[in-house]
Every structure is written in structure tokens, then in C-alpha cells.
């Protein structure tokens, strides 16, 4: 026993310590960006070709694609770089810099008004930086939604991949997690792949095999350092617009504020007009907020909170979506290193996956007492062992939907959101059959031999419906009725999407309907979010959709060079237009 537990004393030092070791050595080799500059050192007025609102998921590849082709290109990121302190995202840290409530954190939380605690990313990068990391494409039906071909998105992928995506590691837990899917009928074995297809599989995950996570910023490795400019702590308050009685409103520059307060204005550059334009990737949430702070929105609310209106869009904040997350945490007999999601279990609309090793009770919003006194937390503890398993899912859609207003003029507050978790019958149908097969996994022969003999299923729901994991009222049928636990313990899986909706908000070229020079590229234009964890198509759409862009500019140039007689002045006539 002495024996056994100087082993684990000597384990957990190496683990601590080579953690620490990669962890330095990632800093010295993380990208170094010459063109990424604190707003402050911004001048006070500027002048580009595109101007990227949002340095995330989306704004990361897009901003690098547009900045190799002739055009100046500028990305104003409201969050710092995940270069300074890339201890913040090894692995091991997800949670811890996840709950991380400082001002300058990476991950700023919101409650939507379900009751259900949420995470926005607030760093270049986006949601890559905070995130579990599980890396997969989506199924071709998405993509025809998306209006991206499948040609021109294995491109795309195929260049996210390059940079940023690993095969992961074979942690012990997810092989467990992926025996027992397979046991239990997640069939057939899919191996290693990307791909979004019914059975079980191993996907790829943005942390390389040492624990450090590469993000969408990493992208930038393939920018043109002398075409574009990255802003760090610049808070974008409004886009403006140009306003000629009978013409469109047309988007021509944005306001942003640096560190110390001090306001900067970037304007489109009217001399070359060969497209140039604004584009909003500041995520589900910050995309259709600031399109409303910016005057475009259902007219009434605007008025009321003394917003300038330019276009009275109705539908801007309408159809918000989040799949939500149920699942279990279930305590086990042994130490195992931890890990993040990798294996995935697949079942037509139902998605399972897995993480283990991490300190879930930081998901609490509560104390974490509740889960402490539990029966399966206490026989851990007896046996010196409180390592957690969690086994998540999350389904396809969801169909329920709700809104997001403003709740004042101030960027910086978290616009009230609704997401209406479970009004549609059939998600909770998709919720009751996921945690069915969940529980299957956790009887399965598979995970016997970590699973504490003496803890039934009742009691690992119990102690879930204990952990205060929303606001939400507790039910007394919570841990007899799945319909009802899956209403009671309701998180989210982060994967909220809509807003700003292709074919409502944004056309299929993602430029915002009804006005010019403005286009939206993130999740806030999906209307269902792919089956899979939605990280590579938005990277994928920052690229596909920035060299649909890159081209369309190219085709401008080409008709401005050949098509008009010399006598023509084409700066005139491109200024009054
Ligand atoms: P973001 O990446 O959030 O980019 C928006 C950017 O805009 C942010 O950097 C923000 O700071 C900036 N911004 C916002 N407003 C302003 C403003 N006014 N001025 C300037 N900048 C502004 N997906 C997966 O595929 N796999 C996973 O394992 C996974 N796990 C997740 C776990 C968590 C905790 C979270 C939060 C998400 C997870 N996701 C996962 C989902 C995925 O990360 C997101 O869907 C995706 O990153 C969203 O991309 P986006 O471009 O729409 O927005």
C-alpha cells in the first residue's frame, strides 16, 4: 500500500513537472506575430481594405486569407493574446481558465435566461482558446445549409488542419469510454477520422501530444505580415454608415476603444473601392449585438434604448440556438491522467463523448457541498480516489429556439439570451434516448473495472441533480423520470448559434441583407449547428469564405484594368457609387 501510494506521489510530481517543462517550452515556441499590437499604439484615425471584427474561430482564418492577397487588412480583437501566458492553455487547465473570473480573463461568463450559466470567448483566437478542443467535420448536409461546396471546404479543412489540429494521444479513460460504445451498440468502429458517421470513433483535437493547445490564432502563421494589422484590447462600440437618401445604407467604418479608453476610428478605404468591406465575426452572442448597436435590428427596442436606427431588421437576436449538454460524472477506483474529449460515440442525432480527470465542480454554480456529501463521492474519497469521468452528449439541431436582446448600450454587458432548452418534445425524446445509451456506457462491462461496485445509477443521478449545475428548479421525480432530469440538469454544450441567420440576416455570401460593404462570418449564421463540435467548419468558413472574397475583389480588379476605356476616371466613378 506504502508502495502504491509513493508511486502515485511519484507519478503526480513527474505529471507536474513535465506539464510545467512543456509548458515553457510551448512559450518559447509559440508564434511570434509581428503585426499583433496593443489598440493603444492604434492611430487615433485609419484607413483598410477589410476591417475584421473579431479575432476568433472564424476572424483568425479569414483575416489571414484576405491579408495574401493585395489588400490591407485590419482585425480588432476585444480579448489579449493566449501567447502571454500559454501555461493558461495546456490542456490540464481548460477548467481553471474557463471559470476564470478576472477582467481580463479569457472566458467572459453570462446566464442566459434559462438559468443556465454560459462562457463567451474574450481573446484573439476565440473560442479555440477556451474550449475542449475536440476537433471533427461536419456532414455534408451542413454544409449545403452553410452554401459552402464539398470540394472547396476539404481545401479549407485540409489548410486548419496543417496548422492546428492533432492525433490525439490514447488516454486510458476515452479508450475505456470507447470500448463501452461499442459494446453497447455505437457500431460500427469508424477507427481514427475526422469525419462526422454514424458509430464510434476517434476524432482530432487541437492539443498536440504534450498537452499544448493550438488555437485559430495559430492561423495567422499564414498571414502576409505586411498586409494586415491585429489590435488586441480593442473594443469595437459601433460599424458606421453611410447614409444617401435612396441608396442602401453602406458600412464604412467602425469606432473601437483601446485599454486606456481612447477612442480610434477605422474606415474603409474609398480610393481602391474594389470591394472593400467590414466583416463581423465577433461570435454568436457579439455579432448580432453589435449589428444592433450599430442600428441594425427590429426597430422598437432600438428606439427605446436610444439607438440611431439604419435598418429596421426584425430578425437580427431572432432564432438563437444551444444544444444542450446532458450527462453523468461518475467517480472511479483508479488514477488515471486526465484528458479531453477525443473518442466520440455517434448515433444518427445523438453524439456522446467524454472527459475525465478535471475538477467538475467548478461547473457548479453552488457550492460544490452537494456532490461532497454524495455517495459516489464519498466511497471515492474512502478509497482515496476522487478522479471524475464525465460522459457527455449533446443532439443534432436542437429545434427549440429562442432571442437575444440588449439589455443596455454598453458593449461590454452580455445582451440578455433566451434559448428556450427543451420546448420542442422532440429534443427531450433526443435528450431520454442519449442518456439512455449513456447509461448503457456506464453499466457496460467496459467500465466495470473503474466503476465503485457499490454506487448504483440512481445515486450517480442523484448526486448530478445535487450539483447545482444551473439555477433551475430541482424536481422530487428528478432521478426517477430521464425526461425530467435532462430539464433539471441542464447545461450547455457552448455550441450556441443563430442570430444573425444565412437566408434571414446574412445572404449566402454572408453579406447582411439590406445593406452594403457588411458582411457577418461566424456561428451566428447557422441555423442548426453541425452534428459534430462546430470548431473546424467555422474555421473552415473564415477560410472558404475569405477566398470566395480574395476572389470576387480579384475579379474587380480585373474588370477595373480591362473593361473601361483609358478616358475614364476610375476613382470618380468608383467614389460616387
Ligand atoms: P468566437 O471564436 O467566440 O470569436 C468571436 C471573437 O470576437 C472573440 O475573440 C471575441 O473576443 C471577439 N469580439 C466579440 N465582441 C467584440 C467586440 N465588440 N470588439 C472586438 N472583438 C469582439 N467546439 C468544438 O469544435 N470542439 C470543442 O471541443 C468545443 N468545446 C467548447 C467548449 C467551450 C467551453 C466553449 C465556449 C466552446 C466550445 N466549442 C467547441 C464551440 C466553439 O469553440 C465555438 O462554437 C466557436 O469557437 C465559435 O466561433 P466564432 O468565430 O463564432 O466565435
Redesign the pocket.
Known amino acids: 500500500m506504502g508502495l502504491m501510494y509513493s508511486w502515485k506521489f511519484l507519478s503526480l510530481v513527474f505529471v507536474a513537472v513535465f506539464a510545467n517543462f512543456n509548458g515553457l517550452n510551448y512559450a518559447e515556441k509559440a508564434p511570434k506575430f509581428s503585426f499583433i499590437r496593443e489598440a493603444t499604439s492604434a492611430p487615433e484615425v485609419s484607413f483598410y481594405d477589410y476591417i475584421i ?7 483568425c482564418p479569414l483575416a489571414a486569407t484576405l491579408s495574401t492577397g493585395d489588400a490591407k487588412v485590419l482585425v ?4 489579449g493574446s493566449p501567447y502571454t501566458n500559454t501555461t493558461k492553455i495546456r490542456m490540464e487547465n481548460f477548467l481553471s481558465t ?1 471559470s476564470d473570473n478576472s477582467p481580463d480573463s479569457f ?1 467572459q461568463a453570462f446566464i442566459s435566461e434559462d438559468g443556465v450559466p454560459n ?10 482558446v ?7 467535420r461536419a456532414e455534408p448536409s451542413f454544409l449545403k445549409q452553410a452554401g459552402v461546396e464539398e470540394a472547396a471546404a476539404k481545401d479549407a479543412y485540409a489548410w486548419v488542419e496543417k496548422k492546428v489540429v492533432h492525433k490525439p494521444v490514447a488516454f486510458e479513460w476515452q479508450w475505456a469510454v470507447r470500448r463501452g460504445l461499442l459494446e453497447v451498440g455505437v457500431l460500427p468502429d469508424n477507427g481514427f477520422t475526422y469525419a462526422h458517421i454514424n458509430g464510434t470513433k476517434t476524432s482530432g483535437t487541437i492539443f498536440d501530444t504534450n498537452g499544448n493547445r493550438h488555437t ?1 490564432a495559430d492561423l495567422l502563421q499564414y498571414a502576409n505580415p505586411k498586409r494586415i494589422k491585429v489590435y488586441l484590447h ?4 459601433k460599424i458606421t454608415f453611410a447614409t444617401k437618401d435612396g441608396s442602401r445604407p453602406k458600412a464604412e467604418g467602425v469606432i ?1 476603444y483601446d485599454a486606456n479608453g481612447r477612442k480610434h476610428t477605422a474606415y474603409l478605404k474609398k480610393v481602391s473601392n474594389r470591394g472593400s468591406e467590414i466583416v463581423l ?4 452572442i ?1 455579432s448580432p ?2 449589428l444592433m448597436l450599430s442600428g441594425i435590428g427590429p426597430a422598437a427596442p432600438l428606439h427605446s434604448l436610444g439607438i440611431k436606427v439604419v435598418l429596421d431588421q426584425p430578425m437580427v437576436g431572432q432564432r438563437m440556438a444551444d444544444n444542450p449538454l446532458y450527462g453523468l460524472i461518475m467517480p472511479y477506483t483508479k488514477s488515471i491522467p486526465l484528458s ?2 477525443t473518442v466520440v460515440g455517434i448515433l444518427d442525432k445523438i453524439y456522446i463523448e467524454t472527459l475525465n480527470g478535471y475538477d467538475f465542480s467548478s461547473l457548479s454554480v453552488g457550492s460544490a457541498a452537494p456532490t461532497q456529501s454524495s455517495k459516489p463521492f464519498q466511497e471515492a474519497s474512502a478509497n482515496s480516489t476522487t478522479n471524475l469521468g464525465f460522459i457527455l452528449g449533446k443532439f443534432k439541431g436542437p429545434i427549440s429556439e429562442g432571442y437575444l436582446e440588449l439589455q443596455s448600450t454598453n ?1 461590454s454587458d452580455n445582451p440578455n439570451v433566451r434559448f428556450n432548452y427543451y420546448q420542442a418534445e422532440e429534443d427531450l425524446r433526443r435528450c431520454v434516448h442519449g442518456m439512455k445509451t449513456i447509461i448503457n456506457v456506464l453499466n457496460s462491462e467496459s467500465l466495470s473495472r473503474y466503476r465503485f461496485r457499490n454506487t448504483t445509477t440512481r445515486e450517480l443521478l442523484e448526486m448530478m441533480v445535487n450539483m447545482q449545475v444551473n439555477l433551475r428548479p430541482r424536481h422530487p421525480n428528478a432521478t426517477t423520470s430521464l425526461e425530467q432530469y435532462c430539464i433539471d440538469t441542464v447545461m450547455t ?3 450556441y ?1 443563430g442570430g444573425c441567420r444565412i437566408g434571414k440576416v446574412v445572404d449566402r455570401d454572408y453579406k447582411v441583407i439590406g445593406v452594403e460593404s457588411l458582411r457577418v462570418i ?3 449564421t447557422f441555423a442548426f449547428s453541425p452534428g ?5 467548419t ?1 474555421m473552415m468558413l473564415g477560410r472558404s469564405i475569405g477566398l470566395r472574397i480574395r476572389r470576387s475583389r480579384r475579379r474587380r480588379s480585373n474588370f477595373l484594368s480591362y473593361n473601361f476605356p483609358l478616358k475614364v476616371d476610375k476613382k470618380k466613378l468608383f467614389q460616387a457609387n
Open positions: 471584427i473579431g479575432g476568433g474561430t472564424a476572424g480588432l480583437e476585444r480579448g474557463l472566458s462562457n463567451r470567448a474574450r481573446v484573439l483566437g476565440g473560442g479555440t477556451i474550449n475542449v478542443g475536440f476537433y471533427g485559430a480593442a473594443v469595437v462600440h473601437f465575426s465577433a461570435g454568436a457579439g449585438q453589435l479531453t474529449a458593449v454544450f457552448w455550441h448559434h461566424d456561428a451566428s459534430t463540435n462546430p470548431q473546424a467555422i
